[in-house]
């Protein structure tokens, strides 16, 4: 069964910087369009920044030029280098992929979240 596991959440100072990583695993024979998402507390979960299987990217303008997202697909792996963080960046991060797999087919999965909170 297809996972995946994101790791690098914390608390971290404004002005500080994370790195997100979120590993994918199971029976895997492609991966697709790759995401980041978040939700803070009250809000609704909102998409943060996209890779495509070829490496082009999109950002939401609130994070252009602080967020730089990343993917290795020898390691089926995705990160998000997270810096000059604000307070407003407090939220739970969560990976998303489109997964190809093995006996399946083509479907979207999620990670399980990891909080990221930016205060003093």
């Known amino acids: 069964q297809v996972q995946l596991v994101e790791s690098g959440g914390g608390l971290v100072q404004p002005g500080g910087s994370l790195r997100l990583s979120c590993a994918a695993s199971?029976?895997?024979?492609?991966?697709?369009?790759m995401g980041w998402y978040r939700q803070a507390p009250g809000k609704q979960r909102e998409l943060v920044a996209v890779?495509?299987?070829?490496?082009?990217?999109n950002y939401v303008d609130s994070v252009k030029g602080r967020f730089t997202m990343s993917r290795d697909n020898a390691k089926n792996t995705l990160y998000l280098q997270m810096n000059s963080l604000k307070p407003e960046d407090t939220a739970v991060y969560y990976c998303?992929?489109?997964?190809?797999?093995?006996?399946?087919?083509?479907?979207?999965?999620w990670g399980q979240g990891t909080q990221v909170t930016v205060s003093s």
């Open positions: 998303n992929a489109e997964i190809g797999e093995v006996g399946v087919g083509r479907r979207t999965y």
């Open positions: 199971g029976s895997i024979f492609s991966i697709y369009v």
């Open positions: 890779i495509s299987s070829g490496g082009r990217t």
